[in-house]
């Protein structure tokens, strides 16, 4: 056999794969070996017909497209091992020449694990994040602690500023009432700024009772590309006003909170459970800025094929979130006016972000030789059994061993990540 490497761009190759008569006699053995179990020749039972008997009854162009596709299926792997080049999936392949018995050729296109050129991931230049909890911070949280415990009692007069009102309201654009602009019984404290600007300001002064509309211009900005910078008519039916007395900040509050005798003690905790969780966060914003940092030092071609598998998978994941909300796929697009077109541009470029990040850990991975020992692995199974047990479908995926190599080499990624942090605070 004999192979002629062709790059046809960072990630994708093609190879000519010349096969000789040796290499046809091996395939038209086995091809001849296969088809004789099927041919039916008086005499013999089928399946222990002999080959040379066989052959006498096999039609000469099945046998000769049988043993090409034997000679393809057997030598293409090997020829893309000979050229020290791994496909990411099975090559499509194309025969050019065939003469049985003395020569074939063909040719085998296939997208292949890029060569990356890693920078120095040793010194990335990425600043660590300082962890902070100011008073403002700590205000917050006592603040909605004394919202908690508010005491609410119903008043007869227009509603004030700090007032929860109970309200029903339809949203209408173009005169037609638009998807989640409606609500029955809702409790809105007014001044949160849980709605668009002009809507809580409009219920300002109103009574329980009133029944009135609010013509609102939706932000430019507003999430929902349908109803950013659109003119909106809210119906707004005033049900309940309620006066909201918020729990004075103090040691009683305290003793409220938990096992606290003091104000102070509160605080104390309230900043200790802060700075924790902004340890986390900022955790994980490092980690996220050196992978950022290591592809942007690093030349990482990205395989059309891997980036195809990644928006995929997230076009899986919103179709589930959509599916939990009750929509398609599709409706979801249209609630936030986009199109098929626009959705998958952006898509693609958050997936050749992902494919590039892979293999550059994979990358790191190999050049430090981190992996993960058998143990772990079993053990992380083992927590995962333990988190499914009311999942019988969840449990037996956790047998197949494509799910415990994937399982393996998140791990082996975590690892590699975690090695990235520890030689980048040095």
């Not at 080049?85 to 003469?99: A, D, E, G, I």
């Amino acid at each position: 056999m004999k192979t002629k490497f062709k790059k046809l761009s960072d990630s994708r190759v093609e190879l000519t794969v010349t096969l000789d008569a040796d290499d046809l006699k091996t395939a038209a053995k086995k091809a001849l070996e296969k088809l004789a179990k099927e041919v039916k020749v008086e005499g013999f039972r089928k399946g222990k017909v002999p080959t040379e008997v066989a052959k006498k009854f096999i039609p000469e162009n099945d046998l000769n497209t049988e043993t090409i596709d034997i000679a393809v299926r057997t030598t293409v792997i090997e020829a893309f091992k000979k050229e020290e080049k791994n496909p990411l999936v099975l090559p499509s392949v194309n025969v050019t020449k065939y003469v049985p018995g003395e020569m074939a050729e063909y040719t085998a296109t296939a997208d292949i694990i890029p060569e990356v050129k890693l920078g120095n991931y040793k010194k990335l230049g990425v600043k660590k994040p300082e962890i902070k909890v100011g008073e403002k911070d700590i205000e917050e949280v006592l603040d909605n602690l004394s919202n908690s415990f508010a005491e609410k009692s119903v008043v007869k007069r227009a509603a004030k500023l700090t007032d929860e009102v109970i309200i029903d309201f339809v949203g209408k654009k173009d005169g037609e009432a638009f998807k989640g602009g409606s609500a029955k019984d809702y409790k809105l404290v007014l001044g949160s700024k849980t709605f668009i600007p002009g809507f809580e300001d409009g219920i300002i002064g109103h009574e329980s009772g009133d029944k009135f509309d609010l013509k609102l211009t939706f932000p430019k900005d507003y999430g929902v590309k349908d109803l950013a910078g659109a003119k909106t008519v809210f119906e707004v039916l005033v049900k309940q006003v309620n006066e909201v007395k918020k729990a004075p900040i103090d040691d009683e509050l305290a003793k409220k909170c938990g096992p606290f005798k003091t104000i102070e003690e509160l605080k104390k905790d309230i900043k200790k459970n802060l700075e924790i969780q902004n340890q986390h966060k900022l955790e994980d914003k490092y980690k996220d800025d050196l992978i950022n940092a290591i592809v942007k030092a690093s030349t990482i071609p990205a395989p059309e094929i891997l980036i195809d598998d990644q928006v995929r998978a997230i076009k899986d994941d919103m179709s589930r979130n959509a599916a939990s909300q009750g929509m398609t796929f599709e409706d979801f697009l249209k609630a936030n006016n986009e199109t098929l077109e626009n959705w998958e541009k952006e898509a693609r470029k958050i997936a050749e972000s992902r494919v590039k990040a892979s293999l550059a850990l994979q990358n790191i991975a190999l050049a430090e030789k981190i992996t993960v020992s058998d143990d772990l692995v079993a053990a992380k199974l083992a927590e995962l059994r333990d988190v499914y047990k009311k999942s019988p479908e969840a449990l037996k995926s956790l047998k197949d061993p494509n799910v415990k190599m994937d399982i393996k080499n998140r791990m082996i990624i975590e690892a590699t990540i975690d090695f990235l942090v520890k030689a980048n605070e040095k």
